[in-house]
């Protein structure tokens, strides 16, 4: 029995953790100056789907933020969140999956047109 509450107290702290420290994380990751007009809860609802793998869609709010931000911005963005989080769901190649997929879907989707790539 003992067990059995040490076990659930553990699951309980487990997952106050994962909802609490990426939000705290994603804060202070060297976020682009590009995804400064990406608000803070769409930028952790695009780390909750593309890092810990949620099945959830971002909201339309969210994807005209990262189409204004542009696909080169988003890159950049996974990238930084890349060099200091490891997918908590599947491999690296996912999150390069669910990253692509998440920006397909926003591009789709908005109907704002993207920035002109820099040359």
């Known amino acids: 029995m003992a067990t059995l509450k040490n076990l659930s107290a ?16 994603f804060a202070t990751v060297g976020i682009p100056d590009c995804a400064k007009g990406i608000t803070s809860d769409c930028g952790f609802g695009f780390f ?3 890092v810990l793998g949620e099945t959830s869609a971002p909201i339309d709010e969210c994807c005209r933020e990262l189409v204004k931000a542009g696909k080169d911005c988003h890159n950049q963005f996974v990238e930084s969140i890349l ?20 920006w397909n879907n926003c591009a789709a989707t908005s109907s704002v047109s993207p920035p002109e790539p820099a040359h």
């Open 83 to 102: 060099s200091s989080h490891k997918p908590i769901k599947g491999t690296i190649s996912d999150l390069y999956r669910r990253s692509n997929e998440t």
């Open 48 to 50: 909750k789907i593309i």
């Open 10 to 25: 553990l699951m309980i702290l487990l997952a106050v953790t994962v909802a609490l420290l990426p939000r705290a994380t």
